[in-house]
């Protein structure tokens, strides 16, 4: 159950303590409400209380807006009512899941099961056209707007077996030429494939279907990229997937 993971998850890191106020921002999309759900229900185990925050800033007009909507008219339609009300939900949902991406599973308290879709808009929140200016123009004049060791793979590449993100590490090979590689950052237990980072801008650039790999379109265009052995899911930022498989290598046998 995603509830007993959360709930280890923040006793086991402290990041909440007991009697806290906490505020969950959401946005609409199927992230922020499984959250604020999942929170909602380990208010009282964990002994904190909650409250939901939804910031209509305005930035996308009329999108924005209909962001607000869409968590009160979709709770609305689930429960059978012509405007959403916040006590009949909390009285009447027991649990929301996303058994799939851009899809909400209300399970509701007398047993019945609702599926409804919800259009990921995490990342359309937050990529505006001001912030997509500023960023062209700091790569443009060879900036890039974080860390230094940031690249446009970094915090974007998941691990399906585990949830973590990979990171990025850097070699000596034996001729002496610098490698880098993604790997998961669980550390323990996880056996991941390694991607080498050459070869992912490769296989990168053939998803696009472009001629050579671009940093800015590939962040333009992919929203994520889901690993699992050695399968590659890229997500576009349009909703549609593409599946690749990573080429393992072979061990050469040693010769006796």
Known sequence: MIEKIVESTIIRHRLIECGQQVAVAVSGGADSMVLLHVLHRLQLPCGFRLSALH?????????????????????????????????????????????????????????????EA??????????????????????????RPNRADMTCFSKVIKCVRCGCNFRKGTRTSANGDKVSHWRCSEHKGCNSVSLRDD??????????????????????????????????????????????????????????
Not at 118 to 135: I, L, M, P, S, V
Not at 211 to 240: C, K, M, P, S, T
């Open 55 to 115: 910031y209509e800033h305005g930035i996308r007009g009329a999108q924005s807006e209909e962001d607000m909507r869409f968590v009160q008219e979709t709770c609305a339609k689930v429960l059978g009512l012509q405007e959403f009300d916040e006590a009949v939900f909390l009285e009447r949902v027991d649990v929301i899941y996303v058994p799939k991406r851009e899809t909400l599973e209300f399970h509701l308290k007398d047993g019945t099961v609702v599926t």
């Open 199 to 256: 070869l992912l801008r490769t296989m990168a650039a053939q998803v696009l279907s472009i001629d050579a790999f671009n940093e800015e379109e590939f962040e333009q265009r992919i929203d994520h990229i889901d690993v699992e052995e050695d399968r590659l899911e890229f997500y576009f930022r349009d909703g549609h997937s593409v599946t690749d498989h990573w080429p393992i290598p072979r061990r050469k046998k040693c010769q006796k």
């Open 118 to 143: 919800c259009k990921n808009t995490g990342h359309q929140d937050c990529w505006t056209e001001e912030r997509r200016a500023a960023t062209s123009l700091k790569r443009k004049n060879g900036k």
